[in-house]
């Protein structure tokens, strides 16, 4: 299973654009990167998912470099409501060896006014 | 659509006494999960399954016990509680490739 690193925690202001980056140097061929959002007392929740390039919702971005042993969260124009804990998994491919879905420490965001 | 249920939300429990957590999905998803989540910490995988009849360990899978008879259940016991095992256990189901996990909201367990 590839582990994943970020930052423990990051601090930005209202209005910002906030890149949250993700290092798996050992993701396999077929794993995907996906990035959860949780609040205190409730379950994670899904943000993107993307396998190769850049992956865009009405939420957030996703950049994936060829090599794919990192990959970049990008909030733009975030709120306090963005504050939150954000993880990056990979695997979930489907393959019987990546259906463990592994959460690393995730990265404390916090935003100001 | 109800997603991923848990039951129950909260609970105390005195030590050496047992209890079952149980999680509901109707989303006919194969993968279900089991992950303990103490304060300020990331969540740590206990159990998990990959279909209706199997169960496998996760990280920290000791102290804890698991049965999936049926898809749409995954069942979370203890038999002897202890202290270190207060904590907010979520629930997650998954579909599987390509598609995103959904998590419930999870149970409280204070064991003293």
């Known amino acids: 299973l590839a582990k994943t690193t970020q930052p423990i925690s990051m601090d930005s202001y209202e209005g910002q654009e906030v890149n949250i980056t993700c290092s798996h ?28 390039t850049k992956v865009t919702n009405e939420v957030a971005s996703l ?3 060829a090599d794919r042993k990192s990959s970049t969260l990008s909030l733009p124009r975030v709120s306090l409501s963005d504050t939150a804990v954000y993880y990056c998994l ?4 489907g393959y019987s060896s990546a259906s463990k879905i592994i959460f690393g420490s995730g990265t404390r965001l916090s935003i100001r006014p | 659509n109800a997603g991923v249920t848990q039951t129950p939300k909260f609970r105390v429990l005195k030590t050496g006494q047992s209890m079952t957590l149980l999680c509901a999905q109707d989303m006919n998803h194969e993968y279900m999960y089991w992950y303990r989540q ?29 049965s999936r008879l049926k898809k749409q259940n995954f069942l979370l016991g203890l038999e ?25 909201q999870g149970t409280r367990l204070t064991v003293v």
């Open chain 1, 90 to 93: 990979v695997g979930l491919s």
């Open chain 2, 38 to 66: 103490d304060p300020g910490m990331g969540l740590r995988l206990i159990h998990y399954s990959v279909g209706e009849g199997t169960t496998a360990k996760g990280e920290v899978p000791d102290g804890y016990n698991v």
């Open chain 1, 25 to 52: 140097n050992n993701i396999a061929t077929n794993d995907y990167i996906t990035w959860y959002q949780q609040f205190p007392s409730q379950g994670p929740r899904f943000i993107i998912q993307g396998y190769k």
């Open chain 1, 63 to 65: 950049f994936i470099p």
């Open chain 2, 80 to 104: 002897s509680a202890a202290p270190s095992q207060t904590s907010v256990y979520f629930c997650a189901s998954w579909g599987g490739e390509n598609t995103e996990a959904f998590f419930g």
